[in-house]
């Protein structure tokens, strides 16, 4: 794929970042605060790879509000003039109240549904295991999702297309943040080499 | 390179996070403040792809102080009964006063004065330019130099061995977060296949 090719791909890929449901460390299902950080890194890593767009997916409402005041603040507010960069990372962040609604919209904007890549840091029994380059294989539009806590519930898996292979440096140990490994996921799918 | 010498290899290699001499907007030195997630994000990073240390670098002693408890509060206190994963995530975060200080630090571990590569978002003319797998043929030990604000000083960079190219993804726009950054620059050295 050359550069426009994955330009214009990148421009159909969307990444979500499931709040609800997710795991805590016991297993149980849980819904897991915003961190603010993760609206920061994630959008700007979404732009930098220039994505369609970041939902953060939280059934939560005062946390959807969160997340629309600091994308107003840095769109609108004071960060707009201040840090216009900043104001451009959050072009496409949105927000969704689940993982459906979240869909339902790229739905919308691309004209049919998206092909779902979960992710995860451990290893799952998938019907459909892929790995980085094969994501450029898929139809677009494309849908790569990621977990907070300790990962994607069961159910949400199960109704993913593909499960894209956890990141993996050369030791044993991998316990990434979810920041550090959506920025990695994108750069091993679409960063120039 | 094996698993094995790539395993070897990671584990004399040390990235650095500089809090000072760095650049601001306008590009005049300041000191920036430590960041808490720089410090869990970079730690777990620099873990997972099993590297020799992360040095937070602060010529502030009460930030110098600040990452001494945050660090001890996973490695002896409630925290480290709590998630243990994250205690050993700290098992090589070390804190230093100065670029030197940390060098010489590194020094005094490795028995010589390590190769310090810096990295930087924007495009430098620098007298040893190097790409990603390049980093492999140098000899260890190796520092991997990151700057917070807006880049390191022009001052660092002109001492450096190297310097690594920018983090690009498939459009113009190019501000990761500093975790983002070194995340995706440790996966690209040692990130498996």
């Known amino acids: 794929m050359n550069h426009e090719e994955l330009r214009e791909f990148a421009s159909h890929t969307y990444i979500f970042l499931l709040h609800h449901p997710v795991l805590n460390r016991e297993g149980k299902v849980i819904t897991t605060a915003v961190t603010n950080l993760d609206i920061h890194d994630i959008s700007r890593a979404s732009r930098t790879y220039g994505l369609g767009g970041y939902y953060l997916v939280t059934p939560i409402h005062l946390q959807q509000e969160l997340v629309h005041r600091v994308i107003g603040h840095w769109q609108e507010g004071y960060g707009a003039s201040h840090n216009p960069r900043r104001k451009e990372a959050f072009d496409t962040t949105r927000v969704a109240g689940s993982l459906d609604e979240a869909l339902q919209d790229v739905s919308s904007i691309e004209g049919r549904m998206p092909v779902v890549v979960a992710t995860s840091a451990r290893e799952h029994g998938h019907a459909r295991l892929i790995d980085y380059p094969q994501v450029l294989e898929l139809s677009t539009p494309v849908v790569l999702l990621l977990g907070t806590g300790w ?30 490994a959506a920025s990695i996921i994108l750069d091993r799918i679409f960063g120039l080499r």
Do not use: I, Q
């Open 151 to 180: 990962g994607l519930h069961e159910s949400v898996l199960d109704r993913c297309d593909a499960l894209l292979k956890p990141v993996r440096g050369p030791v044993d140990y991998n316990h990434l943040s979810v920041r550090s």
